[in-house]
């Protein structure tokens, strides 16, 4: 059985009115790579910040250890972090 954690969900590329999967077995930053999305990699781990990207609005899931509870409010990081349902980027 799938964990919580492991759910697929949607990215909705707002600007460029894109919706795209990230599998159960899927980092959200590998999908926004195959999208096309200029997100700049770094540790993968959750842990640098590098890849923190903005988010408008949406049910993130924070699994890092770099951003503030601050910068959660409007910012992820895609190499670990996930959501449940649709998460809308300004992309
Ligand atoms: S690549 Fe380091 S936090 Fe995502």
Redesign the pocket.
């Known amino acids: 059985m799938l964990s919580i954690l492991n759910e697929p969900f949607e990215i909705l590329l707002v600007w460029s009115e894109t919706t795209i999967s990230v599998a159960s077995d899927q980092t959200a930053?590998a999908a926004l790579h195959e999208a096309g999305v200029p997100v700049?990699?770094?540790?993968?781990?959750?842990?640098?910040?590098?890849?923190?990207t903005r988010y408008i609005e949406g049910d993130v899931i924070h699994k890092?250890?770099?951003l503030s509870v601050s910068d959660r409010e409007h910012e992820f990081?895609?190499?670990?972090s996930r959501a449940r349902g649709v998460l809308v980027l300004p992309f």
């Open positions: 930053l700049e990699p770094g540790c993968m781990t959750g842990g640098c910040g590098s890849c923190a890092d250890a770099c990081c895609p190499c670990v």
